[in-house]
């Protein structure tokens, strides 16, 4: 079985140069087939995630610097019902804590803690959440470009076990070895750029678990202070 160069191919580079069209990401992308497609489609499904837990872990660790002061205040004077009123108010993480907390006093000092830590965990897990799609994400999408390589690799063998006059050229080639390679590139590009955020979104997630863990110990404190 030979491999026939074309005309065109042996013609001089400055003549090649002239007539083949500037690579286009559109069309380049478009080789790869519906693994592009779906490349396409977890991406933008991952920068809405990406987005929507963004703003949702930002809201999270916002929160006023004189709350704690303020519940400390309340506590000291007596004045249960206006430090739960207040953390009612405060539409944070660290307020709804504080608030389980406030709704135990006078009971053992673990049973407080263990109540304002399981507010805690759950806080923390609405944060995390739809985050293992992210990752899975960012998984995939590495898998699918090296499915779409080998697929592309299939259609070159194909080709060259098709050609009934045992001469192959190097255009039969080139389609299936081009998909191989743009779907290889798509997904390790949407596999980097998705685990990326993913490591974003978990270190500002770590960040408001210390935010978190901090007003914790400030609230136990505050109950442990001599009266």
């Known amino acids: 079985m030979l491999l026939q160069i074309p005309d065109s191919m042996a013609a001089p580079l400055e003549q090649v140069a002239e007539t083949q069209e500037p690579m286009n990401l559109f069309h380049m992308a478009a080789y790869g087939g519906w693994i592009m497609v779906v490349l396409a489609v977890l991406l933008a499904l991952a920068i809405y995630l990406f987005i929507e837990r963004l703003v949702v872990i930002n ?110 050229e190097l255009t039969q080639l080139s389609e299936g070895m081009y998909q191989a390679m743009v779907t290889t590139i798509g997904g390790l590009i949407v596999g980097i750029l998705v685990l990326f955020a993913y490591n974003y979104l978990v270190s500002r997630i770590d960040a408001v678990v210390r935010q978190l863990e901090g007003r914790t110990l400030e609230f136990m404190d505050l109950l442990n202070e001599p009266a």
Do not use: W
Not at 60 to 75: L, P, V
Not at 135 to 164: C, D, E, H, K, R
């Open 59 to 168: 809201k999270a660790k916002k929160e006023d610097k004189s709350f704690m002061d303020r519940i400390k205040d309340y506590i000291h004077d007596g004045k249960i019902d206006s430090a739960l009123n207040l953390c009612k108010q405060t539409n944070t993480p660290s307020a709804r804590m504080v608030e389980k907390g406030i709704t135990r006093i006078g009971r053992p000092m673990q049973d407080v803690q263990v109540a304002v830590e399981n507010v805690g965990n759950l806080e923390v897990a609405n944060l995390e959440k739809n985050l293992v799609i992210v990752a899975t994400i960012a998984a995939i999408a590495p898998m699918l470009g090296f499915l779409g390589t080998v697929m592309g690799m299939v259609q070159t063998f194909y080709n060259m076990a098709g050609s009934a006059s045992g001469v192959i």
